[in-house]
């Protein structure tokens, strides 16, 4: 399926209360990564509980993080499943303590009643790493008008993914999926300007496929989607770098940086400010005069 006005859709994206203009700002939505979590990959569980997740919260909205992704299920690989119920428990509170924040909200989950509930207590957006292939999730994200989606692509499941990850061409066969999964739910019905789209670095992706899908970033944009780059301390860098998960802030920014200059519109962070601050740099040197 090709759209009319291809072009001119990546020019925005709609998700809940707000509209994100690409035209007014050239650089990308910093989405910042809050988990409500004990065994996040990334801090260690450090701000697991509501009040810490929701002072962490706001001082990534004092650094101008432009939204704010809340997930109450660790997403690395082996991780094991959480029940709803639990799932809900740690990032109701979270919501409800920030969804007057000023800042937009998204939830990453993958359960249809977290979207739901999630969707009725004031989030903005749905960040689902299965693209909404768990049983329900499209008629949840489809009964909220107006909430912004990030359909993801991973290769098998979050148990099995990283156990050689295989392909053909990387690059053609991410970019297909995701065509597919936007197409099905525009077909039922969903807006065009509500959808973006997540390649799904280290999901399911080898140390040869993520430097190949990030070289090739601009390829992912011929969809017309907002493409979200989300690479943040990943285990690529460590494997590259050999540096442990805390020591890879300065690789992840460098990350950010390449992957807005080849095209991302949303980049999904565990440092907003060092992130904000590189993307600030980059657009002011863009568009100064010449001296």
Request: with cysteine.
């Amino acid at each position: 399926m090709r759209y009319q006005g291809q072009q001119e859709r990546s020019t925005t994206w709609r998700f809940g209360r707000f509209l994100f203009d690409f035209t007014k700002r050239k650089r990308p939505i910093v989405m910042g990564i809050r988990n409500a979590t004990p065994d996040s990959f990334s801090d260690c569980g450090k701000f697991s509980t509501a009040k810490d997740a929701i002072a962490r919260a706001e001082v990534m909205i004092a650094d101008g993080v432009d939204l704010i992704d809340i997930g109450g299920e660790s997403t690395r690989p082996g991780a094991d499943p959480v029940r709803l119920q639990e799932e809900l428990d740690r990032v109701r509170p979270v919501i409800e303590g920030l969804k007057n924040c000023g800042v937009p909200l998204s939830i990453d989950t993958y359960k249809s009643e977290t979207m739901r509930r999630a969707l009725l207590a004031g989030v903005d957006c749905v960040n689902d790493m299965w693209a909404l292939r768990q049983m329900g999730s499209v008629h949840s994200v489809s009964e909220s008008h107006n909430c912004g989606i990030v359909l993801m692509h991973m290769q098998r499941d979050p148990v099995s993914m990283q156990f050689n990850p295989e392909y053909k061409n990387v690059i053609a066969e991410v970019n297909q999926f995701l065509k597919e999964r936007a197409d099905l739910l525009i077909s039922m019905g969903s807006a065009i300007e509500r959808i973006a789209i997540d390649l799904g670095f280290s999901f399911g992706k080898s140390l040869e496929h993520n430097p190949n899908m990030l070289r090739n970033f601009a390829d992912f944009s011929s969809l017309g989607f907002p493409v979200l780059a989300g690479i943040s301390r990943k285990s690529m860098i460590g494997k590259i770098t050999g540096k442990d998960t805390n020591e890879r802030v300065a690789p992840s920014i460098a990350e950010a940086v390449m992957a807005a200059d080849r095209g991302a519109k949303i980049v999904r962070v565990h440092d907003v400010a060092e992130t904000v601050d590189a993307l600030k740099l980059c657009e002011a040197i863009e568009t100064m005069g010449s001296v």
